[in-house]
């Protein structure tokens, strides 16, 4: 085969009017292996050797044209300028979050008008990232990515940028998204120190935690966390990335108090305004105790409440005739959050006394 592309790309060279175009439609994980890349290697060389140009058939900046061509109508891409207010919306937004944006407003304008409506910085880390993984294919593997998460989506999903909220599952329910699954599984084949990640199992652990947030949090309306989880995610391949903060601010943040509803259909899209929350909100209060209940609250340390189980048996001679509870709440953290391992440890001994003592 190497000498049958030799003689033919040298043929080509000696007759007019003559082209030889060599296209890879597609390309299998399973042969990119020690020989596969030495073939590939080989017919490169034998048409750098003509010193003829190269072309690379789709290039970073050519991704979100070819998704618009794949998968929106010709109607939507025939007036552009209407794609303008919600890019300007968008850039507004981000700008009140990254420094980067708002000293170039008019550069990130452009940016996000070329690759509207898919968020630039989406297309970006599946670019830049993930087609560095061995089991995802550079267009094609992009191209079914999109595909899987906009059909689902499409039934729920009214934003009109399409973020990492198109890789979440339909509300109300726990199972992660067909498209997120196709990616947490490639994401597993990788190794790195001779380990592989479950991230399937990973992903869906720390979604659920994101939900529980989110129904805790009163402040947060909508489904604030979960794209920060699933971002994060994106980010963090291959196996040892990490997700910079600054990468997490341009596809995600909260809404201002003066902000319309996100999610939202295209006429919203102007109204949606988005700050950057300074601190994390406190946690809820507790409900105030009915009329006629005395309550005693203090914050134990952990030799405390030995002494406070000591006494338990005698309090409760003192209460009798009276409906006596006890309320517990244990909280575990530093500067920075705790690994998976002690929670887990925890959570197993504070199961035996309760299944409804849980650290989330």
């Known amino acids: 085969m190497i000498n049958f592309f030799q003689f033919l790309t040298q043929a080509a060279t000696k007759v007019d009017r003559c082209a030889v175009v060599a296209s890879l439609l597609a390309t299998d994980p399973r042969k990119s292996d020690a020989l596969g890349k030495e073939l590939t290697q080989e017919l490169c ?31 939507f891409l025939e007036d552009r300028k209407a794609f303008r207010p919600h890019v300007v919306a968008a850039v507004k937004n981000i700008s009140e979050l990254d420094e980067q944006t708002r000293k170039d407003k008019k550069a990130s304008e452009d940016r996000f008008a070329r690759n509207f409506p898919f968020h630039p910085d989406l ?11 061995k089991g995802f ?23 009109p940028l399409v973020a990492a909220n198109v890789f979440l599952g339909e509300p109300g329910k726990g199972a992660i998204s067909e498209a997120a699954r196709e990616l947490t599984t490639v994401a597993a084949t990788e190794e790195y120190e001779g380990k592989k990640q479950e991230w399937t199992g990973i992903l869906e652990g720390e979604l659920v935690k994101a939900r529980d947030i989110q129904a805790e949090t009163g402040a947060l309306g909508f489904r ?3 794209p920060a989880v699933f971002a994060t995610f994106l980010h963090s391949q291959l196996i040892g990335q990490r997700a910079l903060t600054r990468e997490l601010y341009l596809l995600l943040g909260e809404r201002s108090l003066d902000s319309g509803p996100w999610p939202c259909d295209f006429s919203g899209a102007q109204n949606v305004r988005i700050i950057l929350a300074k601190e994390p909100p406190p946690p809820s209060p507790p409900p105030p105790p009915p009329s006629g209940v005395l309550v005693a609250e203090a914050e134990f340390q952990p030799n405390q409440i030995q002494d406070l189980a000591e006494q338990v048996a005698d309090i409760k001679k003192a209460a009798v005739g009276l409906e006596l509870k006890f309320r517990l709440r244990i909280e575990l953290g530093g500067v920075q959050s705790p690994s998976d391992e002690p929670v887990m440890q925890i959570n197993q001994m504070l199961e035996e006394i309760s299944d ?5």
């Open 45 to 75: 060389a034998i048409f750098r050797r003509e010193k003829e140009e190269g072309v690379q058939p789709v290039g970073k900046e050519d991704v979100a044209e070819v998704l618009r061509r794949r998968f929106v109508t010709p109607k």
């Open 123 to 133: 297309t970006d880390v599946f670019y830049t990232k993930w087609t560095n993984l």
């Open 137 to 159: 294919q550079r267009t094609r593997g992009i191209l079914r990515t999109f595909a899987l998460a906009l059909r689902d989506a499409e039934k729920w999903d009214e934003c």
């Open 224 to 226: 604030e966390i979960e």
């Open 356 to 360: 409804k003592l849980k650290l989330k």
